[in-house]
T-cell receptor
Framework: ELKVEQNPLFLSMQEGKNYTIYCNYS?????LYWYRQDPGKSLESLFVLLSNGAVKQEGRLMASLDTKARLSTLHITAAVHDLSATYFCAVLQGAQKLVFGQGTRLTINP | DSGVTQTPKHLITATGQRVTLRCSPRSGDLSVYWYQQSLDQGLQFLIQ???????AKGNILERFSAQQFPDLHSELNLSSLELGDSALYFC????????????FGPGTRLTVT
């Protein structure tokens, strides 16, 4: 059974700092996704990573994938308050099923 | 706005009751997915339909059922509700049945009292 684990689960940081969220998964998969969720809201797709060594960047967020290590990272550069949210990684199991990590609740303080 | 719509936004009902949640996928999307988000279980895949047929099943209870209609909208039926069924239920859609990009709806918050 595919398991997806994120760490840390809670992260409080100051504006302007850099930090990384880690996502480990237990079996091979073709795709890894990162989503953002604001409180009480839906999931917003951030990145889809398809291959080993894939790196994608959008603004202050950068995601990478190492399929050999079964590890993805979401790096936050010079954090700003607007990035406060819960971030989920999800791994595709088979052709259809997304298995989600527990989520990382990120709080960015002024 | 992802283009996926879900109704109702909120639902409050009593234990033992039955409810129906509705989802309309994005225009052109053939596949619909249902997910449950709860404090205890996190985000869990329930079931997927593709062009009217069940394609994949996850951790869906026997008390729950779903279907996708010819116009591609989907309904998730929850019966004999228990307190533990209280959760946020999301629908997502994708163009095909292979989950390249799933677009999530706003969710239905179900509270069972």
């Amino acid at each position: 059974e595919l398991k997806v684990e994120q760490n840390p689960l809670f992260l409080s940081m100051q504006e302007g700092k850099n930090y990384t969220i880690y996502c480990n998964y237990s079996t091979t998969s073709d795709r890894l996704y990162w989503y953002r969720q604001d409180p009480g809201k839906s999931l917003e797709s951030l990145f889809v990573l398809l291959s080993n060594g894939a790196v994608k960047q959008e603004g202050r967020l950068m995601a990478s994938l190492d399929t050999k290590a079964r590890l993805s990272t979401l790096h936050i550069t010079a954090a700003v308050h607007d990035l406060s949210a819960t971030y989920f990684c999800a791994v595709l199991q088979g052709a259809q099923k997304l298995v989600f990590g527990q989520g990382t609740r990120l709080t960015i303080n002024p | 706005d992802s283009g996926v719509t879900q109704t109702p936004k909120h639902l409050i009902t009593a234990t033992g009751q039955r409810v129906t949640l509705r989802c309309s996928p994005r225009s052109g999307d053939l596949s619909v997915y249902w997910y449950q988000q709860s404090l205890d279980q996190g985000l869990q895949f329930l079931i997927q339909y593709y062009n009217g047929e069940e394609r994949a099943k996850g951790n869906i209870l026997e008390r729950f059922s779903a279907q996708q209609f010819p116009d591609l909208h989907s309904e998730l039926n929850l019966s004999s509700l228990e307190l533990g069924d209280s959760a946020l239920y999301f629908c997502a859609s994708s163009v095909d049945g292979y989950s390249y990009e799933q677009y999530f709806g706003p969710g239905t918050r179900l509270t069972v009292t």
